[in-house]
């Protein structure tokens, strides 16, 4: 699987550095082409001649040469890359990649980087247990990146614990998992609606909601990882998306995301409407600031189009309409009679009445209820596992298997 792709290897200041020497083996002789960056620190432990010769390109480890002045890009690289591997990844490292820290070739390249990446973590047992590298290693998850867990064993610092990077073979496995070609969305086209509405009052005001657009970007990645082209249109987040095919279309209001989603539809196999969107907005909309009175004020506000029952009403055989349902009473079937009366095949129902689900959660606990009387409980998890298993069901039931 590993076969023509490109792959970024950081390689950071752990003794867990002369591992890696095999694993870019291991990557050449399964024909990837390999660029390796270092840290500083890192080449405290490896030489860069060592890993220039096995993978037959010069080490990038600096934003200059310095004898030329020849500037090493990280934008270039990162745009590269079919996917990023760090490993050994040290306490350090994780942290300025968590939390930005572009004071280096590696962490410059990481932040450039539209491929998926993956962290091979390497450290002392109690640094690996430490409360902010395991809020660190969250953040990087919450980010869409793969963490490789490190494994128990004899540690360099002849302790015992977990800590020590995991196999390059089993590094080298998790990679060509991913790259599987029989990936279950392959071909497939996907629009995502994410995030909330805005609705102008006037220049400075609007009426909006709670959402993030987290669970909507988490489907978006979850999408692209599993092979699809991915059309995510955004209402005001600020959240990045990260995967090369995910092609974003950033919108305001209802209205505005109506007219693109419904754009796109044409081309689309699947629909998944994750978005908030506003049910009504003002009916009028001020072109200037509007001035504090002390009389009452009315909004008189007119419906939003529905756009998930558009779509449901515009739907051809194959495709696939995926709505969600936040509800706080009568769940499942206020749920049931939304997925009717909108005509979508599956509807993701959460209950504002869950601990950990909805709004503004990292975490989310939903049901997927199929039309045709499936019903599946996703426990409370992160929503990126979520979106893996809702993208699961939906893989499952477009192959037939449902
Ligand atoms: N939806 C949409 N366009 C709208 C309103 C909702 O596409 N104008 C989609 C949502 O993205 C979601 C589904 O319809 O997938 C259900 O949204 P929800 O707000 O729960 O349903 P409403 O029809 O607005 O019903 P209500 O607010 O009365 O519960």
Redesign the pocket.
């Known amino acids: 699987m590993l076969k023509g792709k490109h792959i970024i290897l950081g390689i950071t200041g752990s003794i867990a550095a002369y591992k890696a020497a095999y694993l870019l083996r291991l990557l050449i002789k399964q024909g990837a082409e390999v660029q390796v960056v270092m840290t500083p620190a890192g080449k405290e432990f490896i030489t860069p001649v060592t890993l220039s010769s096995l993978s037959g390109k010069p080490v990038v480890s600096e934003f200059f040469t310095a004898n030329t002045g020849e500037w090493h890009s990280h934008v270039d690289l990162g745009l590269w890359a079919d996917a990023m591997i760090i490993a050994p990844a040290t306490a350090s490292t994780i942290g300025k990649m968590a939390n930005g820290i572009a004071d280096n070739m590696l962490v410059t390249t990481y932040l450039s980087c539209k491929a998926p990446v993956f962290v091979a973590p390497a450290m002392d047992l109690d640094m690996y247990a430490h409360a902010s590298t395991q809020r660190n290693l969250e953040l990087l998850k919450s980010y869409g990146n793969h963490i490789i867990e490190p494994a128990t064993g004899e540690l360099a610092s002849h302790l015992t614990g977990k800590g020590r990077m995991e196999e390059p073979e089993r590094i080298v496995a998790v990679l060509d998992r991913f790259f599987d070609s029989t990936q279950p969305l392959r071909g497939k086209r996907v629009v995502i609606?994410a995030g909330p509405t805005y609705e102008k009052i006037d220049p400075v005001r609007f009426i909006g909601n709670y959402s993030s657009g987290k669970m909507g970007f988490a489907l978006a990645e979850a999408c692209a990882q599993a092979g699809a082209e991915v059309v995510l249109v955004a209402g005001p987040v600020s959240l990045c998306e990260r995967h090369a095919a995910i092609h974003r279309i950033d919108v305001e209001s209802?209205e505005e995301m109506y007219r693109a989603t419904v754009a796109e539809y044409d081309r689309a196999d699947i629909a998944i409407?994750?978005?908030?969107?506003?049910?009504y907005a003002p009916e009028t909309v001020s072109d200037v600031k509007l001035k504090r009175t002390l009389e009452e004020r009315v909004l008189r506000l007119k419906p939003?189009?529905?756009?998930?029952?558009e779509l449901g009403r515009r739907k051809r055989t194959g495709q696939l309409l995926v709505?969600?349902?936040?509800?706080t009473n009568d769940e499942e079937s206020?749920a049931r009679a939304?997925m009717e009366k909108?005509n979508l095949d599956f509807i993701v129902l959460n209950s504002l009445r869950d601990a950990g689900a909805g709004f503004r959660c990292d975490t989310n606990k939903v049901t997927v209820i199929g039309r045709e009387g499936s019903s599946v409980e996703i426990p409370c998890k992160p929503k990126a596992e979520v979106a893996a298993d809702i993208v699961d069901i939906l893989a499952r039931y477009i192959s037939g298997e449902k």
């Open positions: 609606t209802a409407m994750c978005a908030a969107v506003a049910d939003n189009p529905d756009i998930a029952a709505g969600f349902a936040l509800e206020n939304k909108k």
